[in-house]
């Protein structure tokens, strides 16, 4: 919410003060009308309290540059696995996970994730690795994105992290691909500085 305050400023007239008499006996009318303005003491306004939900972003481009930022902090910070959820109403049921109910609805959760590799890619120096679910999705995904500051690769793959990546961002990955990412873990445990980021996963079915 906002508040304003206006300040003003108060006019008080004065009556005439006093009455004189001359030598003459005229009657001499001293009177004053002053104005006096009272301005107020500016006192510090004291600040808005804290709302509740000041931190929440306004929008989806705010939520996906907070989630950025804030993953990019705990990176910097040393963490080398985090996990990353923006969840809309719309394509999310809190038991059965992603839910596509209209036609363009995939596409439009595959965006989603291009938004934040997008903003991941434009915040760090790093090599940046994309992994989504399947081979399918991958190909379909790296033939639609040949700008992409990042490269691309699936679950399905032999081995989906390369010798020079430095951030893995698995997309969306499903309970049908635990094992795999599991498998992909291991396979790099020996890479100490290679991190990585779980966006909107849903490993439980």
């Given at each position: 919410g906002c508040r304003s305050q206006l300040t003003y400023k108060q006019t008080q007239l004065i009556k005439p003060k006093c009455l004189k008499f001359n030598n003459h006996r005229k009657f001499q009318l001293k009177a004053e009308q002053q104005q006096q303005v009272q301005t107020p003491q500016e006192d510090e306004i004291p600040p808005l309290e804290a709302r509740a939900d000041d931190a929440l972003p306004d929008n989806l481009l705010d939520a996906i540059s907070q989630s950025a930022d804030s993953t990019i902090l705990a990176l910097d910070s040393g963490r080398t696995k985090c996990t990353v959820e923006i969840l809309l109403p719309s394509f999310w049921d809190p038991i059965s996970g992603a839910v596509f109910s209209e036609t363009g609805d995939q596409q439009r959760w595959w965006k989603l994730t291009r938004r934040f590799l997008d903003a991941m890619a434009s915040r760090t120096e790093k090599k940046v690795k994309a992994v989504y679910p399947d081979i399918g999705v991958a190909a379909m995904l790296q033939n639609s994105w040949t700008d992409a500051q990042f490269s691309i690769s699936s679950?399905?793959?032999?081995?989906?992290?390369?010798?020079?990546?430095?951030?893995?961002?698995?997309?969306?990955?499903?309970?049908?691909?635990?094992?795999?990412?599991?498998?992909?873990?291991?396979?790099?445990?020996?890479?100490?500085?290679l991190q990585y980021i779980l966006f909107n996963p849903r490993l439980a079915s």
């Open positions: 679950l399905n793959d032999f081995n989906p992290v390369d010798e020079d990546d430095e951030l893995v961002i698995i997309a969306a990955p499903d309970p049908q691909g635990l094992k795999d990412l599991m498998k992909m873990i291991d396979k790099n445990e020996e890479k100490v500085d």
